[in-house]
């Protein structure tokens, strides 16, 4: 569906849908109608976004086709209201439906039986009649129509006692996929849940609570011990621990001080803290989480999409199998007309691919619902499939395998210019970079108590450095390649650079006209979890795990060593990266790349599967990535395999589960051996038993 500029989007609450089967006919039947582009249905959250052209419809006239569709909508959800009745009236249909069975048992005539009887009908299925005779009218078969049928031929054939005890059963089954349902809903939903709805809003000296929606950009709050912390924002004074375990998934609180970032969602620990907020309401961390988790619902896997198109055709197809078992037999093997046409009801009741088709979704985004609660976020079904294909990681080095939090270990001038202006040109030349190595400068000048000075005709070179002028002379800042290509390098400098390199340093250049003036070194040490984690992925099946990276041949060999690498590739600008990633594609198979999210952009979206690490509070990682670790913990890369393999497992379990039930009950329904109330434990009891299979994938990663 390709929405245009002028159109717009609503969603409403579907409380009454809770069949399938039905909700692509829905959809079809919607994106129909005079104005609207299109229309996107997710089941697990009962709602329903319709994009439409505003100068042609606006949304009550979209509420009233959807109402007149037979699924009457609220804007709000309001679940409260639809239990308790739906309850009520199926407990008083079964209480009488079985005192009716009973009744028959014993002997009671028809007059007795027939109005009792007919009452657990009515308060049972007067919905499911309304909703049946609905779909008829707009020329489409649902489950709701098939049951209709169902339990009207029964009636008329002399059944009833089993037209009662079936749809009783029928809507005590609903109830339960209701609640089941509702279980996994939560789950999504509690991710909205975790900022709280009002803020400590500084003011004139006083602290004033406010909704969060109220606070402007700039303004500072107030988060007292043991509050969960509103909105994004920069820490002004205070320290403390804060749980962040809402948003990247670490297990033990992290230490947040003055300068620090903290995020909306988590839980402030043992101290008091005032924060400058940095994010509106809609714009903090988890509300681009939530959504990106609400989106993803619709990007929707390869096996999803074929069980739709598959269900589509499937149910006609049992309907006018069932219309042939009902008529064949008695016409042309002069068969019992009520034999046959029981059966033939018992196929139409079997026939509703239910079970088939909520056992994919309801797998899905119970997975992505779980990813998301342990910081991993998924963005879509169709990632989640393609990750278990996996047979390459290739990792970056710099804030990837390695720590990344670099720090400059030497400051060496050169030619007799001093280390001070040294510094004072890099920093100015780093002011606006947020590239690893800028940061660590930036920090090491700030503590040496250094400023940075204006820098013009400042620009980067990806994977090179930065060009700028800086009080009128022009410099460079960048790596040993992009010094040579200027022409401005010797064998002395050669020489100091190679000590560097020798004890596993990064260094970088700086140089103007005369050529170089200095070098500054940099630290980086290997994560405490990367050699576990290759480990572990190596356990798993994983043969190829390389790492790409800019840096020198020297470091690169070293780090790989350390982190046990298969292969090592250095000294790649970011296009480099995406050509190996291709390469590597092409040869040995599906790859995934992990990498910042920034630098590693172009080889995130060659890859099979872009992981961007470390994405928390990175707007860039995740638009980049298919897959953002919101946390620095390489640990999740084989948790992330793990859940993709379980996920798709359970899919296939559900699936044949689902296909395996029909067949056999179609077969015993033919040769007589079902009856309508077997029918409706075997429709509606796979539907139960794959959405509880399905909810496994619910516990974290």
Sequence with gaps: MVESQSSAKIKFLLPTMDCPSCASKLVSSIQSKEGIVGADIDLVSSTIIIHYHPELTDPQRLADLLAGEGYPPRIEPNEGRKLPAKLITTTLS???????????????????????????????????????????????????????????GAAIIGEWSEAAVVIFLFSLAELIEGYTMGRVRRAV??????????????????????????VALGGEILIREGERIPLDGIILEGRSHVD??????????VLKEADDEVFAGTMNGEGALTVRVTAGYRDTTLARIVHLVEEARTRRAKVHRFIDRFAAYYTPLVVASAAMVAIIPPLLLGAGWLTWVYRALVLLVISCPCALVISTPVTIISALTAAARSGVLIKGGIHLEQIRKTAVVALDKTGTLTVGRLQVS???????????????????????????????????????????????????????????????????????????????????????????????KTA???????????????????????????????????R???????????????????AEMDQVWSGLLPQAKAEVVQELGERIGAVMMVGDGVNDAPALVVADVGVAMGAVGSDAAIENADVALMGDDLRKLPALLNLSRKTMRIVVQNVVLALSIKAVFLALAVFGLATLWMAVFADMGASIVVIFNGMRCLRRI
């Design 508 to 542: 970088v250049l700086l140089a103007n006209s005369a050529g170089v003036v200095g070098i500054i070194a940099f630290d980086d040490r290997l994560r405490d979890e990367a050699k576990e984690s290759v480990e572990e992925l190596r356990r798993m099946g994983i």
């Design 244 to 253: 962040q375990s809402t948003i990247t998934g670490e297990s033990i609180p």
């Design 410 to 504: 030497a400051v060496i001038p050169h030619n007799s210019f001093p280390k001070e202006e040294l510094l004072t040109i890099a920093v100015s030349l780093e002011v606006g970079s947020e590239h690893h190595l800028a940061r660590a400068i930036r920090t090491y000048s700030q503590r040496q108590g250094i400023s940075p000075l204006p820098a013009d005709s400042f620009k980067a070179v990806p994977g090179r450095g930065v060009v700028g002028v800086v009080e009128g002379r022009r410099y460079i800042l960048g790596n040993h390649l992009m010094v040579e290509e200027w022409g401005w390098c010797d064998h002395k400098i050669h020489d100091e650079l190679e000590r560097q390199i020798a004890g596993y």
């Design 94 to 152: 079964g209480f009488l439906a079985v005192t009716g069975t009973v009744l028959d048992f014993l002997g009671f005539p028809l007059y007795v039986l027939v109005p009792l009887l007919t009452a657990a009908i009515l308060l049972g299925g007067y919905r499911i009649a309304y909703q049946g005779l609905r779909t008829l009218l707009s020329r489409r078969l649902d489950m709701n129509f098939l049951m209709t049928v169902a339990v009207l």
């Design 544 to 562: 190829h795990l390389v790492m790409l990276t800019g840096d020198n041949e020297v470091t690169a060999e070293e780090f790989a060593r350390q």
């Design 189 to 214: 939903e509690k991710l909205t849940e975790l900022s709280p709805p009002m803020a400590n809003l500084i003011s004139d000296n006083s602290v004033v609570e406010v909704p969060v929606e109220g």
